[in-house]
């Protein structure tokens, strides 16, 4: 299996830009996490889904953040539009997420910066 | 989600068992232990995780306490590449983890 993938590796853009960040979970999982890194606060939850389904957002910034996951195969971390605190690693991970194997899969993750 | 406490950073000789300390004292009775690590630029990564008894797989050993307030990362015989980030969360059966600061532990020769 491939693992996690993520992608862009890297991503730079200007402030007031849209940034979309794209995530492939592990075939079979059913749970899919969007964190973000940065050094002030370290590593934050922002969302995740249960079989596509958005179960916990409550870790989104603000209205410029949103999730989506068309499928069990794809989700989208979209920031519209982009502002310099934004800067940050994005990763994304996915797990079986059953009670007891909670085993988190992370992705490379995304460095964005924005300027 | 328990809040967790660790040393923010530890040294190691290599080849030396490397124990790692979390204390995670408003843990619930359903919350299991987790501990990740993190290799500089990469995506943290899963060592072992549980519930009331002690595990080992083929990273580490995890020892945790009678009264579930604290635990010990193992890693029997550090090498340089375990150099590392750890971070020790705790997390229920509905698929959170939050992770705090963690523990820089540094291998040397």
């Known amino acids: 299996d491939a693992g996690v993938i993520q992608s862009p590796r890297h991503e730079v853009t200007e402030m007031g830009q849209e940034v979309t960040l794209r995530c492939k979970p592990i075939s079979g999982h059913d749970y899919l996490f969007w964190y973000r890194q940065t050094m002030m606060r370290g590593l934050e939850l922002l969302i995740y889904?249960?079989?596509?389904?958005?179960?916990?957002d409550s870790g989104m910034p603000e209205d410029r953040f949103s999730a989506k996951m068309p499928n069990a195969s794809f989700s989208t971390l979209k920031i519209q539009p982009s502002e310099p605190r934004d800067s940050a690693v994005y990763f994304c991970a996915s797990s079986l997420g059953s009670a007891v194997n909670e085993k988190l899969f992370f992705g490379s993750g995304t460095q964005l910066s924005v300027l | 989600d328990a809040k967790t406490t660790q040393p923010p950073s530890m040294d190691c000789a290599e080849g030396r068992a490397a124990n790692l300390p979390c204390n995670h004292s408003t843990i619930s009775g359903n919350e299991y232990v987790y501990w990740y690590r993190q290799i500089h630029s990469q995506g943290p990564q899963y060592i072992i995780h549980g519930l009331k008894n002690n595990e080992t797989n083929e990273m580490a050993s995890l020892i945790i306490t009678e009264d579930r307030k604290s635990s010990t990362l193992i890693l029997p015989h550090a090498t340089l590449r375990d150099t590392a980030v750890y971070y020790c969360t705790g997390g229920t059966s509905y698929g959170k983890l939050t992770f705090g600061q963690g523990t820089i532990l540094t291998v040397h020769p």
């Open positions: 889904f249960n079989n596509n389904v958005p179960i916990d």
